[in-house]
């Protein structure tokens, strides 16, 4: 599986911004899919996370109630809504296929990855 990631940018606080994760390759619907990020001098974190079958998603706290997960599986995307963004969102944002073991909060769980998108946002 190949992900490709795009949609970043430079936005203003309060802005939006969609990110989005292509997948090509072995069949995508089986995956539960991650979106990531990582600021500078920090480790990566986990944003959110979509289960393929069942649509199921989770949020770290810090983006729950502004960023929404959604994919398309007769385009193989996964998409990242995000809304109502701060500076501190600031990152690089990568997407991840989740392997069939482990959490989806752990990076480690995911074995495939994109090559991330920068989202930059001014105050």
């Known amino acids: 599986v190949q992900l490709q990631a795009s949609g970043g940018g430079l936005v203003q606080a309060g802005g939006s911004l969609r990110l989005s994760c292509a997948a090509s390759g072995r069949t995508f619907s089986t995956y539960d899919m991650g979106w990531f990020r990582q600021a500078p001098g920090k480790e990566r974190e986990f944003v959110a996370a979509i289960s393929w079958g069942g649509g199921s998603t989770d949020y770290a706290d810090s983006v729950k109630g502004r960023f929404t997960i959604s994919g398309d599986n007769a385009k193989n995307t996964v998409y990242l809504q995000m809304n109502s963004l701060k500076p501190e969102d600031t990152a690089v944002y990568y997407c991840?296929?989740?392997?069939?073991?482990?959490?989806?909060?752990?990076?480690?769980?995911?074995?495939?990855w994109g090559q991330g998108t920068q989202v930059t946002v001014s105050s």
């Open positions: 991840a296929a989740k392997g069939v073991v482990g959490s989806w909060y752990e990076g480690t769980s995911y074995v495939y």
